[in-house]
T-cell receptor
Framework: GQSLEQPSEVTAVEGAIVQINCTYQTSGFYGLSWYQQHDGGAPTFLSYNALDGLEETGRFSSFLSRSDSYGYLLLQELQMKDSASYFCAVKNSWGKLQFGAGTQVVVTP | GAGVSQSPSNKVTEKGKDVELRCDPISGHTALYWYRQRLGQGLEFLIYFQGNSAPDKSGLPSDRFSAERTGESVSTLTIQRTQQEDSAVYLC????????????????FGEGSRLTVL
């Protein structure tokens, strides 16, 4: 089976940096993805890591360590619009994508 | 269309009735996924279709749930004898390539079908 763990909520002020950790257990691991979901909206893709290391996309970066079954999403220069839920998701070799329970990020002025 | 389309956007039904939810994926996307999301919760995997291969049904919560897909096009999720605990948003997503060997994990989600069972 598959399981993912991430914190339920993180609060930070505008301009700060937030790191959301994700640990996973799965068979046939192929990659780790991150999605953002605003209240009432559909999830949208942020990043994908198949290899160890850091992927940077603007203010957001994602990291993966396959040996540690661990990854994180780094949000820099936080803005109010970044208030949302963030989900990590593991992809197995068959293509199935399993999501974590999500981390609610609250950005305060 | 340009994106994943789901219908109906909202459905209110009585306990015990059957419902059908429809998903039109992005044209050319071989992989199609259904997820359930209860209020304030994460995305619960239901079923995954990849091309003409047998679907991964490991997430369907009971035999009241079933899904079909015609080739690489429309998919229908059917819930029979609905129960109040089935109330949730049902999200469909499609992906260009779902198999290992690709280096993208990007799913494109529809806006969901909100199901309320009274």
């Amino acid at each position: 089976g598959q399981s993912l763990e991430q914190p339920s909520e993180v609060t930070a002020v505008e301009g700060a940096i937030v790191q959301i950790n994700c640990t996973y257990q799965t068979s046939g691991f192929y990659g780790l993805s991150w999605y953002q979901q605003h209240d009432g909206g559909a999830p949208t893709f942020l990043s994908y890591n198949a290899l160890d290391g850091l992927e940077e996309t603007g203010r957001f970066s994602s990291f993966l360590s396959r040996s540690d079954s661990y990854g994180y999403l780094l949000l820099q220069e936080l803005q109010m619009k970044d208030s949302a839920s963030y989900f990590c998701a593991v992809k197995n070799s068959w293509g199935k994508l399993q999501f974590g329970a999500g981390t609610q990020v609250v950005v305060t002025p | 269309g340009a994106g994943v389309s789901q219908s109906p956007s909202n459905k209110v039904t009585e306990k015990g009735k059957d419902v059908e939810l429809r998903c039109d994926p992005i044209s050319g996307h071989t992989a199609l996924y259904w997820y359930r999301q209860r209020l304030g919760q994460g995305l619960e995997f239901l079923i995954y279709f990849q091309g003409n291969s047998a679907p991964d049904k490991s997430g369907l919560p009971s035999d009241r749930f079933s899904a079909e897909r015609t080739g690489e096009s429309v998919s229908t999720l059917t819930i029979q004898r609905t129960q109040q605990e089935d109330s949730a948003v049902y999200l469909c997503a499609s992906s260009l390539l779902g198999l290992a060997g690709t280096n993208t994990g990007e799913l494109f989600f529809g806006e969901g079908s909100r199901l309320t069972v009274l």
